[in-house]
């Protein structure tokens, strides 16, 4: 019974990675930009999150705060940098982007030292329901794992209903054509990476309760959450759900079965297999660039 | 060395066109790399030497800034002109690493020949991994060839027969005698330079740099002219590795130790790309350029840890956004030099001397989008 126990905890991790993924799907859907800071910028959030509550905030407010800053991060960074790398070649926003963990990364180190950190949410992160006499949830990963189905079905409600959505979708297709309707496309990117922000740090304050972190936690938050977008299929905001529930299967299942060391190996080769025989992933929706 | 031939018409007479337009032919050289090749001659048998004249830390610092060249010039060739960005080359530093420890230690192969053993190993390796990764594209190609490493980094640390996480002592090398192995690191490491060098140009001067360049600037166009996309690519994927397990297995020799964690770092990759953004894209010349600045830098201010990794950060951004050809850039932007014939140049037949420079070049290498 011990593997229903391994198996529920690997579907709930998967909310976890797909909060991570959410953002990059987004941002990469909008304007084709891979954001290799993505997974730094959602421990920056968390860190954030931390300084808040060092000074006296209480968890939630300073999650909160956090979530608002990072939206503003997002849109000045948009404008202020990431906009006059797009157009040009691919390298340059890889380039970038690279350039952006590093600093973020390194800013962390100097001010945080390469400690490990936690949230406290005060218990809620040990507590557990026990389903049957074998299979418990934890109380946490349970809501992590229906925050993120909240969050995608409100992006993706966003992307399909609204005024903004229906903006975002019109430069993905065709941004020259879009602009010609009258649509500034650099507003509409700034907007797109304040969603990709807010959504990331939300994901970074919940690995942050979830589990200690520290400075460099953010690229294997990346790794995770392209995977999960690869697996899943680009363009669809579900997939990533899948993509990740099936990436936090892997991880837990194999560390039960080979041992604790092997588990993101396991993780990584699922990945692999699934590119090698499902390149565009379960439910691609839109082509790549 | 090839570099005094292409002083010749290139293709000689077949490459000749009459009629309308006023008869010339094509060359890629001029007399300033005839100066080029004779000074760079004289530079290599010069560093040879240093080992000679100089301490053994001095030595060992230079086998440093050997690998650097030799990591900036083989990530240049698959960002800069076959526009595979690629974030994972650590995974093939790594792999020449602990091939250079295999092949020596475990296979008792003498670590001199191992060196070029653990390289060959790495190109092996990325023969069947780049069809993988090329199923990914720009950004995604960058992080799918990030898991790579990481997954070949974990498999290395989780298996005792490679020592761990703690690593292992390369003991044939430490083995020999002090001044045969720093002597030996310090040649094979200039060899390895300078061979990125060449092989990078040879590459370039060839049919195939050609399709490259074409690749980069726009894939779809070349394939339909006939360009075979995924040769070229995975051509250059695999020389790539092949370098950086060269690389990969010098710098081991020189520290005499090899760890998963030092081994298969995303600094690499984070040395590579500031050596490239400084030193400039999709030349050879940049790279150099690039990797003797990062090396000065490093020299005086790696000590500072965090603070220069949070430097080089910035400045990689700045430099990619501000100045994206690079310093090396700037250099051809204002003078129009290029030390390496790479580039093709119109020479009228009328004179047939004149230098290829002072005509309209074709810019094959540099087309801007």
């Given at each position: 019974?011990?593997?229903?126990?391994?198996?529920?905890?690997?579907?709930?991790?998967?909310?976890?990675?797909?909060?991570?993924?959410?953002?990059?799907?987004?941002?990469?859907?909008?304007?084709?930009?891979?954001?290799?800071?993505?997974?730094?910028?959602?421990?920056?959030?968390?860190?954030?999150?931390?300084?808040?509550?060092?000074?006296?905030?209480?968890?939630?407010?300073?999650?909160?705060?956090?979530?608002?800053?990072?939206?503003?991060?997002?849109?000045?960074?948009?404008?202020?940098?990431?906009?006059?790398?797009?157009?040009?070649?691919?390298?340059?926003?890889?380039?970038?982007?690279?350039?952006?963990?590093?600093?973020?990364?390194?800013?962390?180190?100097?001010?945080?030292?390469?400690?490990?950190?936690?949230?406290?949410?005060?218990?809620?992160?040990?507590?557990?329901?026990?389903?049957?006499?074998?299979?418990?949830?934890?109380v946490y990963p349970l809501l992590v794992f229906i925050l993120a189905v909240v969050l995608i079905a409100g992006v993706q409600l966003l992307l399909n209903r609204t005024k903004m959505g229906r903006a975002f979708r019109a430069t993905s297709d065709d941004r020259e054509a879009a602009e010609l309707m009258g649509m500034n496309n650099r507003h509409i990117y700034a907007l797109a990476m304040a969603l990709s922000l807010g959504t990331v740090a939300i994901g970074g304050i919940a690995l942050a309760v979830r589990t200690t972190f520290d400075p460099t936690a953010g690229s294997f938050n990346l790794i995770y959450a392209f995977e999960a977008v690869i697996m899943g299929g680009m363009g669809s905001l579900w997939g990533t759900l899948l993509g990740g529930v099936i990436l936090g299967l892997a991880q837990t299942l194999g560390a039960q079965a080979f041992g604790s060391g092997w588990g993101i190996l396991c993780g990584n080769v699922v990945f692999l297999i699934v590119l090698a025989f499902r390149p565009s992933g379960f439910f691609a929706r839109t082509v790549t660039a | 060395m090839s570099a005094g031939g292409g002083l010749t018409a290139d293709g000689g007479p077949a490459t000749r066109v009459r009629g309308a337009l006023p008869a010339f032919h094509v060359s890629r050289a001029t007399r300033l790399h005839l100066v080029v090749l004779v000074v760079s001659v004289l530079v290599v048998v010069a560093l040879a030497l240093v080992p000679e004249f100089t301490t053994v830390s001095v030595t060992r610092t230079m086998i440093t800034l050997f690998g650097l060249v030799a990591l900036a010039q083989m990530w240049n060739l698959l960002g800069g002109f076959a526009g595979l960005i690629s974030v994972g080359q650590q995974a093939y530093i790594g792999i020449g690493a602990y091939g250079l420890w295999f092949f020596g230690d475990e296979l008792h192969i003498h670590p001199f020949v191992s060196v070029f053993l653990a390289a060959g190993l790495a190109a092996l390796i990325a023969l069947p991994i780049a069809p993988l990764l090329f199923r990914l594209r720009g950004g995604y190609f960058a992080i799918g060839t990030w898991v790579f490493a990481v997954i070949i980094m974990i498999i290395v640390s989780n298996v005792q027969t490679t020592g761990g996480g703690s690593g292992k002592t390369v003991i044939s090398a430490a083995l020999l005698p002090i001044n045969e192995r720093i002597f030996g690191t310090y040649w094979i490491g200039l060899t390895v330079a300078v061979g990125s060098i060449l092989l990078t140009w040879a590459l370039l001067r060839s049919k195939r740099g050609l399709a490259l360049t074409a690749i980069r600037d726009n894939t779809l166009a070349a394939q339909s002219s006939g360009v075979n996309v995924f040769t070229s690519k995975l051509i250059v994927y695999v020389v790539a590795a092949f370098g950086c397990g060269a690389m990969g297995a010098v710098v081991a020799m020189n520290l005499l130790r090899i760890q998963p964690a030092a081994s298969f770092s995303i600094n690499w990759t984070a040395f590579a790309i500031f050596i490239v953004v400084i030193g400039g894209f999709g030349s050879i010349e940049g790279p150099i350029l690039g990797a003797i600045i990062y090396f000065a830098l490093q020299q005086t201010l790696s000590q500072y840890g965090s603070t220069y990794f949070l430097l080089l950060g910035v400045l990689a951004v700045v430099m990619a956004t501000k100045v994206p050809r690079g310093l090396w850039g700037l250099v051809t932007a204002r003078w129009d030099i290029h030390l390496f014939p790479v580039r093709r140049g119109l020479v009228l037949e009328s004179q047939p001397d004149a230098p290829a420079a002072s005509e309209a070049p074709v810019p094959v290498e540099h087309a801007t989008p």
């Open positions: 019974m011990n593997w229903v126990n391994v198996a529920v905890q690997g579907i709930l991790l998967g909310g976890l990675y797909a909060l991570f993924a959410i953002g990059l799907a987004l941002v990469f859907g909008v304007m084709r930009l891979v954001n290799l800071a993505h997974g730094d910028l959602g421990i920056l959030a968390a860190f954030i999150a931390l300084g808040f509550v060092r000074s006296g905030v209480g968890l939630p407010v300073a999650a909160l705060l956090s979530i608002l800053i990072m939206v503003g991060v997002g849109y000045v960074l948009q404008r202020g940098l990431l906009n006059f790398t797009l157009g040009t070649d691919d390298t340059r926003p890889i380039v970038v982007t690279f350039g952006l963990a590093i600093i973020i990364q390194n800013a962390l180190l100097l001010k945080f030292s390469a400690d490990e950190q936690g949230l406290n949410a005060g218990g809620l992160e040990t507590s557990s329901i026990h389903v049957s006499k074998q299979v418990a949830l934890g | -």
